[in-house]
């Protein structure tokens, strides 16, 4: 098996939802795929590396589906990115098929078109929460804006109704639950459930939505499993609010930490702002684990062979900060001259609704740093509410512009 | 400058759109890139090369004349 002396045990403890735990950093230097044993108490290789995090991303000898579905290694009791999914035979063809359907409707392009109509969404959440502030003092963004914004967006381009929210939003969060147990995949059952109810309910009236266009293809096309399609679906509505409703609080939380990193943004919100946010897609850290693959043959890297059928975790989390690739590499730096990141991931998996989180978290640090130039945390970073999710983040994001 | 696309390696992410819009694009109808300008002027290099260094499919190359 391995020289390494022991397996470390997945999650490490780390010091707050900002930072890593040192360890990564040790690993990066003298293990960079080091063999771990996951939440789930499964063999699997932790990947820490840059180098080798970026080039796994874009290798075909790895993949998400497993020949032995059953046999392969779990990574933690959640049930999303818990084990392997799509079928071993097809899965690169049913892959480009997939990203050949949903490219065009989260073009760069279209994303783009829809900034107003968020300016305009987001104006409005900010003109209820200073009402609110005006009589408590303080206000929950999370609830007020870093929820709402993402879920209104996604609800629009899938053709889901946005009074569903409470309902999928709940789901996701149980779904991504690390520590519930079964419960998670209890909650993938109920949200295809409900996702079979709103495809059926739109068949009869298909519209000019994400959702429609799906139906209209799966329905013409044979190879287009119907079960796939609709978990299409769910990860869709999944993954198109929960990843930015985390990095809107893990980006306030990096801005109002150090006062300095608001200021600079205030000073200037629309000139800044880009940088702003790649540098929250850098270091913002959801989660504890990264992404799964599976080897669909033996291969030699750093060191080390990873078997056919072996599960890799590779840690977008630990590479964005690889000091070999980032100067000052910790450090929330939105000038620095590195201007890559793995935050969106690479390779042919890459992020489809990058364009739509950019688009996003540029309208929302804008409109922040323009409209609450004052504004700081009501609470300590340790203080807040850690979610027990895959995904990680905040759970509150209490925030006040009193003068003190 | 020269720049090439591979339509068949591209995954439609648009980070080149971001890089250089003038340059890139992505086609209305499979969201696959389309290049609006094959010999872009001097000037453009550094978003070029920047849009090239981000594609994760590694679907462009820029030959620097």
């Known amino acids: 098996m391995s020289t390494t002396t022991e397996r470390l045990q997945l999650p490490f403890t780390r010091p707050n939802v900002l930072e890593l735990a040192p360890l990564y950093e040790v690993l990066r230097r003298e293990a960079p795929i080091a063999p771990v044993t996951t939440p789930a108490g499964d063999p699997a290789w932790l990947v820490t590396r840059f180098e080798e995090v970026r080039l796994l991303l874009g290798d075909k000898r790895f993949g998400r589906s497993h020949p032995e579905p059953e046999k392969a290694s779990r990574i933690s009791t959640a049930a999303v990115q818990d084990g392997p999914t799509g079928e071993?035979?097809?899965?690169?063809?049913?892959?480009?098929?997939?990203?050949?359907?949903?490219?065009?409707?989260?073009?760069?392009?279209?994303?783009?078109?829809?900034?107003?109509?968020?300016?305009?969404?987001?104006?409005?959440?900010l003109d209820r929460l200073v009402a609110e502030h005006e009589s408590?003092?303080?206000?929950?963004?999370?609830?007020?804006?870093?929820?709402?914004?993402?879920?209104?967006?996604?609800?629009r381009l899938l053709g889901v109704p946005e009074e569903d929210n409470e309902k999928f939003a709940s789901l996701s969060e149980r779904m991504a639950g690390t520590q519930?147990?079964?419960?998670?995949?209890?909650?993938?059952?109920?949200?295809f459930r409900y996702m079979v109810g709103l495809v059926e309910g739109k068949r009869g009236q298909l519209g000019e939505d994400v959702i429609s266009d799906l139906v209209r293809a799966q329905a013409e096309d044979p190879s287009f499993n119907y079960e796939e399609m609709v978990r299409l679906c769910v990860g869709l509505l999944?993954?198109?609010?929960?990843?930015?409703v985390n990095r809107i609080g893990l980006g306030v939380l990096f801005l109002l930490t150090d006062r300095s990193r608001w200021e600079a943004l205030v000073a200037d919100p629309d000139g800044r702002v880009d940088?702003?946010?790649?540098?929250?897609?850098?270091?913002?850290?959801?989660?504890?684990?990264?992404?799964?693959?599976y080897a669909r043959e033996d291969v030699d890297?750093?060191?080390?062979?990873?078997?056919?059928?072996?599960?890799?975790?590779?840690?977008?989390?630990?590479?964005?900060?690889?000091?070999?690739?980032?100067?000052?590499?910790?450090?929330?730096?939105?000038?620095?001259?590195?201007?890559?990141?793995?935050g969106f991931g690479h390779g042919a998996h890459f992020c489809i609704g990058a364009s739509l989180a950019r688009t996003e978290?540029?309208?929302?640090?804008?409109?922040?740093?323009?409209?609450?130039?004052?504004?700081?945390?009501?609470?300590?970073?340790?203080?807040?509410?850690?979610?027990?999710?895959?995904?990680?983040?905040?759970?509150?994001?209490?925030?006040?512009?009193?003068?003190? | 400058m020269k720049v090439v696309v591979d339509q068949g390696k591209c995954v439609g992410a648009g980070q080149c759109v971001l890089a250089a819009d003038d340059v890139f694009d992505q086609n209305d109808d499979d969201g696959l890139v389309a290049l609006l300008d094959a010999s872009p002027p001097p000037e453009r290099l550094a978003d070029v090369q920047h849009a090239?260094?981000?594609?994760?499919?590694?679907?462009?190359?820029?030959?620097?004349?």
Not at chain 1, 379 to 384: G, V
Not at chain 2, 52 to 65: L, M, N, Y
């Open chain 1, 88 to 125: 071993y035979a097809t899965e690169e063809a049913d892959h480009v098929r997939m990203r050949r359907l949903l490219t065009p409707a989260f073009s760069a392009k279209r994303m783009r078109m829809l900034g107003d109509n968020m300016e305009e969404l987001v104006d409005g959440y």
């Open chain 1, 136 to 155: 408590t003092g303080v206000v929950d963004l999370h609830r007020g804006l870093a929820f709402p914004l993402p879920v209104a967006m996604i609800c």
């Open chain 1, 180 to 191: 519930i147990g079964e419960d998670a995949h209890k909650a993938r059952e109920e949200f």
């Open chain 1, 238 to 244: 999944f993954a198109g609010h929960e990843t930015t």
């Open chain 1, 275 to 293: 940088a702003v946010v790649e540098e929250v897609m850098r270091l913002g850290a959801p989660g504890d684990l990264g992404l799964l693959r």
């Open chain 1, 301 to 342: 890297i750093a060191g080390v062979t990873i078997q056919a059928g072996d599960a890799v975790v590779l840690s977008i989390n630990a590479a964005n900060r690889d000091v070999e690739v980032y100067s000052e590499a910790e450090e929330f730096n939105p000038d620095r001259p590195e201007r890559t990141h793995l």
């Open chain 1, 361 to 404: 978290l540029r309208v929302v640090f804008a409109a922040l740093a323009r409209r609450l130039p004052s504004m700081r945390l009501a609470k300590d970073l340790d203080q807040l509410e850690v979610r027990a999710t895959l995904t990680g983040g905040v759970s509150e994001l209490p925030v006040t512009w009193r003068s003190a």
């Open chain 2, 52 to 65: 090239a260094a981000v594609c994760p499919a590694s679907a462009i190359v820029v030959e620097d004349s």
